[in-house]
């Protein structure tokens, strides 16, 4: 397995609206695998924004974006889909988690979407991941009847079903007391050490930030450090 | 793309909003309900029109025209070949109503694969005396086994039986004509024809058409009766009625038999062209108001899936964000629409029957249609296969414009919103 998960070379992008503005200036970095790395700068600086380029779900921008040394800019909507399908776990602030679905049917859906196992198989693997997350308890209740830090725990568990190369969270821990957070970090920490899990996490928490790999300072959307 | 996977969504989002769901639904369902409903009864009525009609009305009917001769002499002289004629007072001719050769027309008639049986037949018009009135009549005399076969004429003799018409002398008079004269089965009712022949015939039966005009004056014999009674030989035919396998085809037929025989032919369509009106305005009524209301219920459906999508705005951004294209999202809500559509239509197919047996069941008597019993209602399969393609027709246009605005719902904006 190559060794860089993710690369973007001169990562440039606009804003239009009010007044045309640069967000993102020139941006060029990498993330190995196996790393945890985390971004942090002032609020509004940029980095949500750079999350958004490299999870594929916004191509309205100029440069390069590769995963797994695979160029993915210009590439069809469909494509792209399938990309973060299989390669790509998200992680947000708030949890999205469908409110029709059970905990562990919201942790399947994207595994029954890419269809690399059977739906047994996957209900399996989702048990599995809930267990390491220490929510095997509560893998058939609705999303409404869990706490926010156990929601965000599904929600980690969602972006693990598929073995993705690289988990990204923006702000994952926003949500949570010390406590949940602390919780979070841990797992990722788990997930980087035994399962040599690949890790972009945007962080606000200092604290959080400085028990990673690596930490990406920006300013005013350029990469200063 | 995992259709399983996306209608296991569209299922689920649709319990989820159950109410509106089914709101949707019955709008469908009404809809088909009162098409299907409307066009069983409207069609159920034309057919009791036709009937009335087509019962009557020959397919072709072959006849002797009173008119003037096609070709005039001065059209057979060389003299006057390349100039235009004109000619005045011109004085029909008198060809005889009966058919000439009716024998041979007939025989050849049978063997035509296109004609499904052929009924010769004997009009004339009569006096029927009564003490010391005379009402004038017509007399059709009929071969009783090809006229049950054309027209069901045992449906319209509501008393006494057809066979009996086969007895010499017998005759079935019209239901108008017994009122006026008095008359019963059993009776003996006189007769004069127009060239004064006086016959006295048995009353055996009373038909009753429905039609006034018809019942006042038509009576019915045998063919050999009439032949008898007239002083005519067996050969004297006035009329040859036809009927074919393809009723769309007696135009034509009626031309190449009008041509091949030398003689007058009518058919079915024109002679009958009004009523085809009627029954193309009834069938447009109903097509019309079905179509609207599934117009409206495709609104409801709209506004449902609309807000439905605005409501779950952040789960088609969190399923595009996890992999699924804009693709299977337009898929997710179309098949929504489409199973409101299923649901609802075939729901209104069930209610569409379940209201055309219930109007099938309300007593609908006339005295001038005594075989019907109840009001019409025609259980055409086809009635219910255009109801259902129009129910997934309209929901699947109604869905497609909401679900193509999901499609395009760009994730960054509502992932960044929060
Ligand atoms: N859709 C948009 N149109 C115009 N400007 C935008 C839009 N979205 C973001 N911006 C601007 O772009 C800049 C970067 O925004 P971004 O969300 O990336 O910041 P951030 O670093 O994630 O901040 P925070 O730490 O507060 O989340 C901000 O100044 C913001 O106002
Ligand atoms: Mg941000």
């Known amino acids: 397995m190559s060794s860089k998960v993710l690369e973007t070379i001169g990562l440039t992008k606009y804003f239009y609206e009010p007044t045309k503005f640069k967000v993102l200036d020139n941006i060029t970095m990498s993330v190995d695998h196996g790393e945890f790395v985390s971004i942090v700068g002032k609020s509004g600086c940029g980095k949500s924004t750079l999350l958004y380029l490299l999870s594929t779900m916004d191509t309205d921008y100029e440069g390069q974006v590769l995963i797994h040394e695979e160029l993915v800019t210009g590439q069809s909507d469909i494509d792209l889909a399938r990309i973060r399908n299989e390669k790509i776990g998200f992680v947000f602030q708030f949890h999205y988690l469908l409110s029709e679905y059970t905990v562990l049917k919201n942790v399947m859906l994207p595994g029954l979407k890419l269809q690399q196992y059977s739906e047994a198989e996957i209900e399996h693997r989702a048990m599995d991941h809930l267990k390491t997350l220490g929510m095997q308890d509560q893998a058939l209740k609705m999303p409404n009847q869990l706490s926010g830090g156990q929601k965000q725990r599904v929600a980690i568990a969602r972006a693990l079903i598929n073995d993705p190369l690289i988990i990204m969270g923006d702000e994952p821990t926003g949500n949570l007391d010390k406590k949940n957070s602390d919780l979070v970090f841990d797992i990722f920490k788990e997930l980087t050490q035994e399962h040599n899990q690949t890790l972009l996490v945007v962080t606000h928490d200092a604290d959080f930030a400085g028990r990673t790999n690596r930490i990406i300072t920006m300013e005013d959307g350029k990469i200063i450090s | ?418």
């Open chain 2, 1 to 418: 793309m995992n259709y399983r996977l996306i209608l296991n969504i569209a299922v689920h989002l649709l319990r989820a909003r159950l109410k509106q769901t089914v709101v949707a639904a019955v709008g469908v369902t009404f809809g088909i309900a009162m098409f299907i409903t409307l066009l069983g009864f409207m069609n159920g009525l034309n057919d009791l029109l036709d009937g009335l009609m087509l019962n009557r009305t020959p397919h072709v009917r072959l006849y002797n025209e009173i008119k003037p001769a096609e070709n005039q002499p001065v059209n057979l002289s060389d003299d006057y070949k390349n100039a235009t004629n004109f000619i005045t007072s011109i004085k029909p001719k008198d060809r005889g109503k009966a058919i000439y050769n009716s024998k041979t027309i007939i025989r050849i008639l049978k063997e035509d694969k296109r004609v499904v049986d052929v009924a010769p037949k004997v009009t004339t018009p009569v006096f029927f005396n009564s003490g010391t009135i005379e009402i004038s009549g017509i007399i059709n005399g009929i071969s009783v086994a090809a006229e049950e076969e054309l027209f069901k004429f045992s449906d319209y003799v509501t008393e006494g039986n057809i066979a009996d018409l086969e007895q010499n002398n017998s005759i079935i008079i019209g239901s108008g004509l017994a009122k006026k004269m008095m008359l019963a089965k059993g009776d003996i009712i006189k007769v004069t024809t127009p060239k004064g022949n006086l016959a006295s015939l048995k009353i055996v039966g009373i038909s009753q058409i429905g039609i006034a005009e018809i019942d006042d004056v038509m009576s019915t014999t045998s063919l050999s009766t009439a032949q008898k009674f007239l002083g005519e030989p067996t050969n004297y035919i006035t009329d040859i009625q036809l009927k074919l396998h393809d009723i769309n085809l007696a135009p034509q037929l009626a031309k190449e038999f009008g041509t091949k025989f030398g003689i007058d032919a009518i058919d079915y369509q024109t002679a009958n062209s009004q009523f085809e009106t009627g029954s193309n305005v009834r069938s447009i009524i109903s097509y019309s108001v079905g179509i609207v209301l599934l117009i409206v219920a495709g609104f409801g459906i709209y506004n449902i899936l609309n807000m439905m999508i605005y409501e779950k705005m952040d789960s088609i951004a969190i399923l595009k964000a996890t992999g699924f294209s804009g693709n299977d999202v337009k898929w997710i809500f179309i098949t929504l629409s489409l199973i409101i559509g299923l649901a609802g239509g075939f729901l209104g197919l069930i209610f569409g029957f379940a209201f055309s047996s219930i109007i099938d069941t309300i007593p609908f008597e006339t005295s001038s249609l005594p075989t019907i019993k109840t009001y019409p209602i025609n259980y055409n399969p086809m009635y219910y296969v255009i109801g259902i393609t129009f129910a997934l027709f309209t929901t699947a246009v109604a869905g497609l414009l909401p679900a193509l605005k999901a499609s395009k719902i760009d994730p960054v904006e509502i992932i960044r919103g929060k």
